[in-house]
Each structure stands twice: as structure tokens, then as C-alpha cells.
């Protein structure tokens, strides 16, 4: 099969945007608990300064479009109804201006389910005569899973495919209990909405290996269940000790395979959080620069789940400073513990 590339990377930033101080405060108030409880289990400002959301309702202007209400208005089915406006809206945003149609499109998403989804309405809407195909759950890592399955398609005749993010963690948050687990899980995750082609050939980022692994005897250290007052996260704090015993051999493997040196490669780490990417550095004994884009996609977003890849793929593409055939390796994961990589070369 031959080399695919991504590339044609479009944001969709959510329409509101808070300082993370605001957004600690809003939480504390919002769960009735001592004002420095955020600061100190939270993720803190300097590593996460402000984040976005498809919701009016943090912050003091809060406008109580879900929260702030009802705890009936809190159930699943209400944030599903919120999801299906939003991811409509996003979506039709993404394409406003395009006329030529992909050839199919995948649509990434693990905060969210409505059929028909915003992806298939967009289709029907344009008059396209594109496919569809749902790639759903898989949390953070997802993104390189769908390159996998639009890469076969473009090997197998396809010209363009592309892949639809819409992920909106905001709407998930746990109003019936406060833990330091939640306490990070809240101040970390933020919204976010991408889309981008793959095709044969053209600018962007050459895909040349992917790879996924499941780390055995980790699956109950993280977790993404639908509930009755929407998805519920649980995060163990040994997700890090997990992940160090597998990156720096797998990351080693990747690039002997590619004959390339760990000094040669830019670092599109997905942030799970600060803590992540810091043991990314350790690992790897990498310098700052060749994860700064990692980090400032942190900083002014946050951990927008499957979105969060693509938006730091797009900040390496658009990067004057890093030539033509620059090695990029990305870095992600979620649920199962599953542990995902790629090789990639800027074109």
C-alpha cells in the first residue's frame, strides 16, 4: 500500500472560550467546596491557561445552558440533545465554504451519539454522493486509528477522505461527586472540533507507519462509560508509570526501523495532561523544542480528547521553522490502556 498524507487541516474553535483561573473558580462554586480545592488537585494555570467550550455556562457570566439547572436537564438524554445541536453546528461550520466533496468521510467522536450524525445530514444537505463511516469511543488516541482506515480506502482507489472530529468533554461533567480524581478530570478536558483529508500525495504530513498496542493489565485504569448523567470518566494517577515502561522501547523500535535518531524527530504528543508530557521528556531524553507544540496546544486548549492530535499536527504543518521532511512521531492513548504511535515526515 502505498504513502498517504494528511493535510488541508481546518479548526472549528469553540465558541467560548475561559481563563482556566475562572474556570477553577466556576468549578468550586459550582460543587460547593472550598475555593483552593481545584488549585491544588487540579490542573493549574501555568500549564493550562485557558480552555474552550461549545457551552455559555462557565465562568461569571455563566448563562446555565446546561448546568446551573435542573438535575433532570442533567441527564444523558439532555446532554445528547446538546451534542447533537452542537456537533451540527460545528460540522456545517467545517464545510461552509466547501463545494467539492470528499469521496467519503469518517466522523470521530467518543462525547456524543445521534443517528444520523452530523457528518451523514451534512451529505444529505450538500447533495453529496459521499460515504459515511463512524468511528466511535475510542477516546484520545483516535485520530490515528481513522488515518489507518482512511489510508486503506485512498490505497484502494479513494482520492480524498476525510476525518471529522467533533468532541465535546465539556458536557460531561460529573455533578454528583468531587473527588482529586474528578478535580483533575474536570480542569483538564476542554472542546474542540477538527477536520482534514487524506489523500496519495500533496503538502502536509506523509504518513509512513502507525501502530497500536493494548498494555495488558491495564484496563481498569481508565475508563469512558455512558451513564445516566452522561459519560463518566475514571482516570488512575498510574496511567503514567504504565506508559513509561512501553514508550521508550516502542518509540526506539520505531525509528531503528525507519533508520532515524530520537534528536531527528519533532513529537506530537497527545497531553492526557502536564504529567504526560513531562514523562515523554524523561523517557525519550527529549529537549523542549521537540514537544513545544504539544505544550502550547495544552496551554491554550487543553485535552480536547480525539481533537487534540490533529490540532497539533496542524500547528508542525503551519511552522515556517520546521523544514520539508522533518520526522514527526506521535504519541497517544486512551481506554484498554491502549497505546498508539505514528511516524510521520512534514511534506
Given at each position: 500500500?502505498?504513502?498517504?498524507?494528511?493535510?488541508?487541516?481546518?479548526?472549528?474553535?469553540?465558541?467560548?472560550?475561559?481563563?482556566?483561573?475562572?474556570?477553577?473558580?466556576w468549578?468550586?462554586h459550582?460543587?460547593?467546596?472550598?475555593?483552593?480545592?481545584?488549585?491544588?488537585?487540579?490542573?493549574?494555570?501555568?500549564?493550562?491557561?485557558?480552555?474552550?467550550?461549545?457551552?455559555?455556562?462557565?465562568?461569571?457570566?455563566?448563562r446555565?445552558?446546561?448546568?446551573?439547572?435542573?438535575?433532570?436537564?442533567?441527564?444523558?438524554?439532555r446532554?445528547?440533545?446538546?451534542?447533537?445541536?452542537?456537533s451540527?453546528?460545528?460540522?456545517?461550520?467545517?464545510?461552509a465554504?466547501?463545494?467539492?466533496?470528499?469521496?467519503?468521510?469518517?466522523?470521530v467522536?467518543?462525547?456524543g451519539?445521534?443517528?444520523?450524525?452530523?457528518?451523514?445530514?451534512?451529505?444529505?444537505?450538500k447533495?453529496?454522493?459521499?460515504?459515511?463511516?463512524?468511528c466511535y469511543?475510542m477516546?484520545?488516541?483516535a485520530?490515528?486509528?481513522?488515518?489507518?482506515?482512511?489510508?486503506?480506502?485512498?490505497?484502494?482507489?479513494?482520492?480524498?477522505?476525510?476525518?471529522?472530529?467533533?468532541?465535546?468533554?465539556?458536557?460531561?461533567?460529573?455533578?454528583e461527586?468531587?473527588?482529586?480524581e474528578?478535580?483533575v478530570?474536570?480542569?483538564?478536558?476542554?472542546?474542540?472540533?477538527v477536520?482534514?483529508?487524506?489523500?496519495?500525495?500533496?503538502?502536509?504530513?506523509?504518513?509512513?507507519?502507525?501502530?497500536?498496542?493494548?498494555?495488558?493489565?491495564?484496563?481498569?485504569?481508565?475508563?469512558?462509560?455512558?451513564?445516566?448523567?452522561?459519560?463518566?470518566?475514571?482516570l488512575?494517577?498510574?496511567?503514567?508509570?504504565?506508559l513509561?515502561?512501553?514508550v521508550?522501547?516502542?518509540?526506539?523500535?520505531l525509528?531503528?526501523?525507519?533508520?532515524?535518531?530520537i534528536?531527528?524527530?519533532?513529537?506530537?504528543?497527545?497531553?492526557?495532561?502536564?504529567?504526560?508530557?513531562?514523562l515523554?521528556?524523561?523517557?525519550?531524553?527529549?529537549t523542549?523544542?521537540?514537544?513545544?507544540h504539544?505544550v502550547?496546544?495544552?496551554?491554550?486548549?487543553?485535552?480536547?480528547s480525539?481533537s487534540?492530535l490533529?490540532?497539533?499536527?496542524k500547528?508542525i504543518i503551519?511552522?515556517?521553522?520546521?523544514?520539508?521532511?522533518?520526522?514527526?512521531?506521535?504519541?497517544?492513548?486512551?481506554p484498554?490502556?491502549?497505546f498508539?504511535?505514528?511516524?510521520?515526515?512534514?511534506?
Amino acid at each position: 500500500m502505498g504513502k498517504v498524507t494528511i493535510g488541508d487541516i481546518r479548526l472549528a474553535p469553540p465558541h467560548f472560550r475561559y481563563h482556566q483561573t475562572e474556570m477553577l473558580e466556576w468549578l468550586a462554586h459550582f460543587h460547593r467546596c472550598p475555593p483552593n480545592y481545584f488549585h491544588r488537585y487540579g490542573c493549574n494555570p501555568e500549564r493550562i491557561a485557558s480552555r474552550g467550550s461549545v457551552l455559555a455556562d462557565f465562568g461569571s457570566q455563566g448563562r446555565g445552558q446546561l448546568y446551573n439547572a435542573s438535575e433532570k436537564d442533567l441527564r444523558t438524554s439532555r446532554r445528547t440533545q446538546v451534542f447533537e445541536e452542537c456537533s451540527q453546528l460545528y460540522v456545517d461550520e467545517l464545510y461552509a465554504d466547501e463545494i467539492n466533496p470528499p469521496d467519503h468521510l469518517f466522523h470521530v467522536t467518543c462525547t456524543g451519539y445521534s443517528s444520523p450524525s452530523a457528518v451523514q445530514r451534512l451529505v444529505q444537505k450538500k447533495n453529496w454522493d459521499s460515504a459515511t463511516t463512524h468511528c466511535y469511543h475510542m477516546g484520545c488516541y483516535a485520530a490515528l486509528p481513522a488515518t489507518r482506515l482512511a489510508e486503506a480506502l485512498v490505497g484502494n482507489g479513494l482520492k480524498r477522505v476525510d476525518i471529522v472530529h467533533t468532541e465535546f468533554c465539556t458536557l460531561h461533567l460529573n455533578a454528583e461527586k468531587l473527588t482529586p480524581e474528578q478535580a483533575v478530570i474536570q480542569s483538564l478536558f476542554a472542546d474542540g472540533s477538527v477536520r482534514y483529508s487524506v489523500r496519495s500525495d500533496g503538502p502536509g504530513l506523509q504518513v509512513l507507519a502507525i501502530g497500536e498496542r493494548l498494555l495488558p493489565d491495564t484496563d481498569a485504569l481508565m475508563s469512558w462509560k455512558v451513564g445516566d448523567y452522561g459519560a463518566a470518566m475514571t482516570l488512575s494517577r498510574d496511567v503514567p508509570d504504565h506508559l513509561a515502561q512501553v514508550v521508550g522501547p516502542t518509540v526506539h523500535e520505531l525509528l531503528h526501523t525507519h533508520r532515524l535518531e530520537i534528536h531527528d524527530c519533532l513529537f506530537a504528543v497527545h497531553p492526557g495532561g502536564p504529567r504526560i508530557i513531562d514523562l515523554i521528556l524523561d523517557q525519550l531524553r527529549l529537549t523542549k523544542s521537540q514537544v513545544q507544540h504539544s505544550v502550547e496546544i495544552l496551554k491554550n486548549h487543553g485535552n480536547m480528547s480525539s481533537s487534540t492530535l490533529p490540532y497539533i499536527w496542524k500547528a508542525i504543518i503551519d511552522d515556517d521553522q520546521i523544514e520539508s521532511q522533518k520526522p514527526v512521531v506521535s504519541i497517544a492513548f486512551g481506554p484498554g490502556l491502549t497505546f498508539c504511535w505514528s511516524l510521520m515526515r512534514k511534506q
